[in-house]
Each structure stands twice: as structure tokens, then as C-alpha cells.
């Protein structure tokens, strides 16, 4: 149990489900309740899709490039470094806004599943195996679900002050999961190396 709950946080931290809240309002709102609940079915499947498809194959793809995993847990880290970073210096989460449209594109993918979500399934893959961080991912795509499905509810509760803040703790923590992927990478590399 303790080991799913180590995953489940680390992958609950780079998905940031509730960071994600105002703009999850602000595209679909304003739509009917019913192309919501499509829209947002659609998002959780098309994220699933593409998180199972690096958990199983990405790493065949980083050796195909002749990419190690040292080297993509050091480029992975800096990517959730400097999105905690980007995400912690600025007002709104601008960086994630979709430019036209939304739906699975800007929903699902990148903002669901997105390099940091990426990142963290693959540190996981070495540290608790292919069950337990497809779990860990399962159950964050669910919990993502409830909380957007939900989010009129828990933005009212919260409030926009209580999201904000929630997410600024969230993006530290993954600045601490970014630094902590970068030691492990450059260990492992030189050991590796040795």
C-alpha cells in the first residue's frame, strides 16, 4: 500500500487535477452538461491511451534514439523543474491555455497527460514496476475525473484564492520531484559510466 501511495502522489502531483480547475471552467462551463460529460470522457480516454502507450513502449522509443533513462530522468526533471517554475512565477497558468479549441487535444493531452505526467511514469517504471504505476496512473486519471466533473462544486468550495494555492504547493512539489529526478539521473549516469 505504501508503495502505490509513493505513485500515486508523485503521479497525482504532475497531473495537478485541481491547478487545473479554472481552466477546465473556462473552456466548458459554458457548454451543456451532456457534451461536458463527452468531452471529458473523451479527455480521460485520450490520456489514458497516450500514458499507456509511453509507459509500455517509451522506453523501446528511448532506445531506439539510443537515449538511456538516466538521460531522460535528467531532461524530464529540468521539464518539471521549469513547469513548476513557469507555473509558480506566473499569475495565471497561461502556459497551459489552449489556443483554439478544447477537448482531447488541449484536455486530455498535454494538459492531463503531459511531459511532467510523462516524466513521472517513467521514474516510476524503475522504481515500482510496470502494475503499480499503471495503477498509480489509472486511479489518477479517475481521481482527475471526479475533480472535473466536480469542479463547479470545488471551485465554490475552495474558491479561486484556495485553488491557487493548492496548485502553488502542488508545483513546489514537483520542483522537488524535477530535482530529485536530475540526482538520480546524474547517479545513475555515472555509475553507469564507471
Not at 452538461?33 to 517509451?58: C, D, H, V
Amino acid at each position: 500500500m505504501h508503495v502505490f501511495l509513493t505513485a500515486f502522489i508523485q503521479v497525482a502531483v504532475a497531473i495537478d487535477a485541481l491547478g487545473l480547475v479554472p481552466l477546465y471552467l473556462s473552456m466548458l462551463d459554458h457548454l451543456p452538461p451532456k457534451e461536458k460529460k463527452y468531452i471529458l470522457r473523451n479527455s480521460l480516454l485520450a490520456g489514458l491511451a497516450i500514458g499507456t502507450l509511453f509507459l509500455f513502449l517509451g522506453k523501446i522509443f528511448l532506445n531506439l534514439l539510443g537515449i538511456v533513462i538516466s538521460d531522460f530522468q535528467i531532461a524530464g526533471g529540468i521539464i518539471l523543474m521549469l513547469i513548476g517554475i513557469l507555473d509558480l512565477t506566473s499569475e495565471e497558468k497561461t502556459q497551459r491555455k489552449p489556443s483554439e479549441s478544447w477537448g482531447v487535444v488541449p484536455l486530455g493531452i498535454p494538459l492531463i497527460v503531459g511531459p511532467a505526467t510523462i516524466s513521472v511514469l517513467f521514474l516510476l517504471i524503475d522504481q515500482v514496476g510496470y502494475l503499480m504505476t499503471l495503477l498509480a496512473f489509472g486511479a489518477n486519471l479517475l481521481l482527475a475525473g471526479l475533480v472535473f466533473h466536480y469542479s463547479s462544486n470545488i471551485s465554490r468550495v475552495l474558491g479561486k484564492d484556495g485553488i491557487k494555492a493548492i496548485s502553488k504547493v502542488t508545483m513546489l512539489l514537483l520542483i522537488a520531484i524535477g530535482i530529485r529526478m536530475v540526482r538520480l539521473g546524474i547517479i545513475d549516469a555515472f555509475l553507469n559510466n564507471k
